[in-house]
């Protein structure tokens, strides 16, 4: 038979125990107190806080995309450490990424839908956002609100070194001058490409960071015989950088090509074009060398003063030049 101190020893620990998880289940995360310090391990160590529940960080990086969200949140020093200290809430111990980085809001949401899925999509499934150990905010599933937002470190000489993130928001002008190669392409017949003058003008806007919506128009002109002759293109485009701290980006668009020339021909139709290019120095202002390819989709027919003549061709054309981008 139990004793009757070991008997209200065991009745006490079984009250609190009960206790605490109705009290867990029934408070929203915004609602829970925070505790007095963060207690995440260090990345080196092995152990983690043994709360009921709660799963150690080798289990939550098993999930590819738990994994890839995260890899970026810590690269770009949004955070510096994280841990599951209870069930469904995930703390983060934030690091200077997360005042200073352009993205902080979008990795967070990343973040926030790759660990809701591991919470088996619970409403109750919260970022705890900690910084120098005090509660700085919360990411649940109405979106990012701060309590303190953390305050920006002091400005420090720019670098200029690889691996720093671009700002990158709101407006977006792109454009560039240099040579173009014109062809043209048809049946039972050979023409020689022509080698003119060419460029492009691109507005748009950022979408996300690394993501740009807009149009584009390009232009190319040369005398031909005597004949002034244009080929031109407005098309609807996105552009998308490789990544946040790269300037390398590629460009696709979809609209009408058209040719035009002193002499009263002229043709238009479909087509699509492509760009590559990659962006220098820092700043607002970038310097951009690219390469362009423009080209109907099939063969147009020409006309004179409205009328076809006859002839079916499909335009192509290749542009290399030097350009800049602001944002």
């Given at each position: 038979m139990l004793r009757l101190p070991q008997m209200v020893g065991t009745l006490t620990f079984v009250?609190?125990?009960g206790g605490y998880l109705a009290t867990a289940?029934?408070?929203?995360?915004t609602a829970i107190a925070p505790s007095s310090g963060l207690v995440c391990p260090e990345p080196s160590d092995t152990g983690q806080p043994a709360t009921p529940g709660a799963r150690p960080n080798q289990e939550l990086m098993a999930s590819e995309t738990f994994q890839r969200a995260m890899t970026d949140v810590l690269r770009l020093e949004i955070a510096q450490r994280f841990c599951e200290l209870r069930p469904d809430t995930l703390t983060l111990d934030l690091g200077d990424g997360a005042s200073t980085s352009a993205s902080t809001e979008y990795n967070l949401s990343r973040l926030y839908a790759?660990?809701?899925a591991l919470t088996e999509f619970s409403p109750e499934t919260a970022l705890e956002l900690r910084s120098q150990d005090r509660l700085a905010g919360w990411y649940t599933i109405g979106g990012l609100s701060w309590t303190e937002r953390?305050?920006?470190p002091a400005a420090e000489p720019a670098t200029g070194g690889e691996g720093e993130e671009t700002a990158r928001s709101g407006f977006h002008f792109n454009a560039g001058v240099g040579a173009g190669a014109f062809d043209q392409q048809c049946s039972d017949c050979e023409i020689d490409s022509e080698t003119g003058f060419s460029g492009f003008l691109s507005l748009g806007g950022f979408v996300n960071p690394l993501t740009v919506l807009g149009v584009e128009g390009t232009g190319w002109i040369k005398d031909v015989s005597g004949v002034s002759v244009q080929v031109y293109s407005a098309m609807g485009q996105?552009?998308?950088y490789l990544s946040a701290n790269s300037g390398l980006f590629l460009r696709g668009g979809i609209g009408l090509v058209g040719y035009h020339d002193d002499a009263d021909f002229s043709a238009t139709g479909p087509g699509f074009s492509g760009r590559l290019g990659y962006e220098f120095l820092e700043g607002k202002?970038?310097?951009?060398?690219?390469?362009?390819?423009?080209?109907?989709f099939d063969g147009i027919d020409m006309k004179r003063g409205g009328d076809p003549v006859g002839f079916n061709f499909v335009i192509?054309?290749?542009q290399l030049g030097l350009g800049v981008s602001v944002y």
């Open positions: 009250a609190f125990s289940e029934a408070t929203p995360p790759a660990y809701r953390p305050a920006a996105v552009t998308r202002a970038h310097i951009v060398p690219y390469l362009g390819y423009i080209r109907t192509s054309q290749f």
